[in-house]
């Protein structure tokens, strides 16, 4: 399968400051890329959908200009967390779709996981 | 009604059972399923992708019943490693990435 990776695998930082991760796709150009987020003992919820040089789409209830999304390339999309509050802890789950798949596969980089102090 | 449904379990069964997993979805236009596997702390991995006529890999067959709108995962010969978390996921629309994944049904194989 296609190999996605993600940058920091773990964060802690203090409340008020901003944190970047990173979602690589390293084999695939990917037309999509999406970000998810987990709390302990519940299921992935989406946070937003990115498409290559265009606006993210955010699912309901999440806030755009708190979770900023850019997708610079077809291989790489960002979330930046901006004033980070300790309700953020959480896993951060990126993926990556590419167009090679009929069946709309997604492939997930290993996670970040966010603690905010 | 949630979009994905599953059995949260957890199950508990000795290595070598047979053991069942059963998923329900809402949306009729969905085209693409999946089951995925989560191990704790980690991102979830691609079992197998759930196909109409049905498919099978090794140990594992995963059933699609459109009608039903009812997808299932048949692990025979259970593992200990076969202990994870496993997620029915079910694309939200034809010619679409977007997945919506179910809660997860815990499998835990118990020597």
């Known amino acids: 399968g296609a190999v996605v990776s993600q940058h920091p695998s773990w964060v802690i930082c203090k409340s008020g400051t901003s944190v970047k991760i990173e979602c690589r796709s390293l084999?695939?150009?990917?037309?999509?890329m999406f970000w998810y987020r987990q709390f302990p003992k519940q299921s992935l919820m989406l946070m937003a959908t990115?498409?290559?040089?265009?606006?993210?789409?955010?699912e309901q209830g999440v806030e755009k200009d708190k979770f900023l999304i850019n997708h610079a390339s077809l291989t790489l999309s960002t979330l930046t967390v901006t004033s980070a509050h300790p309700e953020d802890s959480s896993f951060y789950i990126c993926s990556a779709g590419g167009g090679y798949s009929q069946h709309y596969e997604q492939f997930f980089g290993p996670g970040t996981r966010l603690t905010v102090l | 009604r949630k979009e994905v449904e599953q059995d949260p379990g957890p199950f508990n069964v000795p290595e070598g059972a047979t053991v069942a997993f059963n998923c329900t979805y809402s949306n009729s236009a969905s085209q693409s399923f999946f089951w995925y596997r989560q191990d704790c702390r980690k991102e979830p991995k691609l079992l197998m992708s759930v196909y109409s006529s049905g498919n099978e890999d090794g140990r594992f067959t995963a059933q699609l019943n459109r009608a039903s709108q009812y997808i299932s995962l048949l692990i025979r010969d259970s593992k200990l490693s076969d202990s994870a978390t496993y997620l029915c996921v079910v694309n939200m629309e034809d010619s679409s990435y977007k997945l919506i994944f179910g809660s997860g049904t815990r499998l835990l194989v118990r020597p």
């Open positions: 990115s498409n290559e040089g265009s606006k993210a789409t955010y």
């Open positions: 084999d695939f150009q990917a037309t999509t």
